[in-house]
């Protein structure tokens, strides 16, 4: 087993790697609150200047260029449905793609195949 450890910065998570979330990984259940409270720790971090904020551990098994998400995945969706919702309602830029895939959980990449479709629709119409 060979063992990795590396800052990963929120645009390399959101734009350089592709991830996949198991079957045995639970669905996404943060709520209001979780999300709340993640925003709040980054606009601190950002308040004070920090030049680095650690928004938790991601521990990923690397299988055919995917990277299987072992912990973290609620952060992670979580991060990628802030970007997300931040490039519709203000023209967000920093997300290219979702590159978060549900391979055992047929509805949920269906679902994520619509929002990536109607992301690629905005921009060009937004290129128009």
Known sequence: MVETHISL???RLLNEDTYAIPLYQRNFAW????????????????????DNYYIGTLVVNKENDIFKIIDGQQRTTALN???????????FDRLKAVNLTFPARKKSNDNRETIAHLTR???????L
Do not use: M, P, W
Request: hydrophobic share 40%.
């Open 9 to 11: 910065s929120v645009n």
């Open 31 to 50: 709520t209001y609150d979780e999300i709340e409270q993640l925003l709040n720790d980054v606009a601190d971090a950002v308040q004070e200047n920090r």
């Open 81 to 91: 449905l802030i970007a997300l919702a931040l490039k519709h309602e203000f023209g």
């Open 121 to 127: 629709c905005q921009q060009r119409l937004d290129e």
